[in-house]
């Protein structure tokens, strides 16, 4: 039975897990959009919309819970200096998944994940 069970572990213990949904969300406010697992860009999803919606008050508090999140300076400042503001109006949603097909090597299918225009 899977009650209670409302995230994937992507086969890596907490703290690797935490670090690498980090990256992928400090690559996708610095680029706009990556290339990914499908699997990844849902939990991925999940992470950068949260702290979206902390920088959308851009308060000094909510600045330092991101950066615990997300230890990536330049993305920091382009997150709440670019991002946060373009999404002002918008109460959610503001990532696209699409998907691409299978990756060559293992065939495991792959999306882009983007930040909504």
Do not use: C, W
Not at 3 to 29: C, D, I, Q, T
Not at 97 to 117: F, H, N, T, Y
């Amino acid at each position: 039975m899977r009650h209670r069970m409302n995230l994937r572990r992507l086969g890596r213990y907490g703290s690797h897990r935490r670090a690498m949904l980090g990256n992928l969300a400090a690559s996708l406010f610095v680029e706009g959009s990556i290339t990914t697992t499908v699997t990844r860009a849902k939990e991925l999803r999940r992470v950068a919309e949260r702290l979206i919606t902390k920088a959308k008050s851009g308060t000094l508090a909510d600045r330092r819970l991101v950066i615990a999140r997300m230890p990536h300076k330049a993305a920091v400042i382009s997150l709440f200096d670019n991002i946060a503001p373009r999404f002002a109006d918008r109460n959610g949603g503001y990532t696209r998944i699409v998907k691409l097909g299978s990756r060559v090597g293992d065939a495991a299918p792959m999306a882009v994940i983007q930040l909504v225009e």
